[in-house]
């Protein structure tokens, strides 16, 4: 009965949006409240990631509770997310848009094709796109999409991250949902940018190995 009546919930854009404002003021109590480190690869620098365009942002969907404050340059304001449209996407989506971002609907079951091209427009364009290739509904920290192929047809940067926070629980949900708790430190680990052309050789493989690697750091 409760099961029914939280589904039936999900479908009303009212409760959507109450629940993204919840979400939206517990991740700046997270953000004010936590001790905030970013490690960046060697031979890169703080103008690099504060000037940085064309790229795609990767991590697991496990870590959407951390994305809006994945820098301390703030370039989050000029990135888009890729969010699933179904009902819990849509309240994602809600959360994001009261962060900042800017948000293309869409997975790799659901309006692919047209979320395909509008990535492309917008990397072409000098934009940047966040994406969580093991979502919208996994194999946990397994790549579903065509994240690299974006990448190589749009010339772009790929760049891995992961969030780890000292303070956290996970909820029971197939990606097993990172959720930080207040008054720890959450260390951001960004690996080496991927400068992808029609020519890189990337596989999924290594790319889900590079982010696998970052979380056990």
């Not at 949006?17 to 490690?39: E, P």
């Not at 946990?140 to 940067?157: D, L, T």
């Amino acid at each position: 009965m409760i099961r029914k009546l939280i589904k039936k919930s999900l479908k009303s854009n009212f409760f959507q949006r109450i629940v993204a404002g919840i979400i939206y003021l517990y991740m700046h109590l997270i953000y004010y409240s936590s001790r905030w480190q970013y490690i960046i690869p060697a031979n890169y620098d703080r103008e690099y990631f504060t000037n940085i365009q064309n790229t795609i942002m990767v991590s697991w969907h496990d870590n959407i509770m951390v994305l809006p404050h994945i820098s301390p340059f703030q370039f989050h304001k000029k990135l888009h997310a890729l969010v699933s449209p179904h009902n819990d996407g849509k309240i994602i989506s809600n959360t994001m848009k009261l962060l900042g971002y800017k948000i293309i609907e869409g997975s790799s079951n659901k309006n692919a094709i047209a979320a395909v091209k509008k990535i492309l427009k917008i990397l072409k364009s000098g934009g940047n796109v966040v994406i969580t290739p093991d979502g919208p509904r996994g194999p946990r920290h397994k790549i579903n999409g065509n994240v690299i192929e974006i990448a190589k047809i749009s010339g772009s940067v790929i760049i891995p991250f992961i969030a780890t926070p000292t303070n956290y629980f996970r909820l029971g949900s197939w990606d097993r949902l990172i959720f930080p708790l207040p008054f720890g430190r959450i260390t951001i680990h960004f690996d080496t940018p991927i400068v992808c052309n029609k020519n890189t050789k990337l596989e999924l493989e290594e790319l889900e190995h590079k982010l696998n690697k970052l979380g056990s750091l």
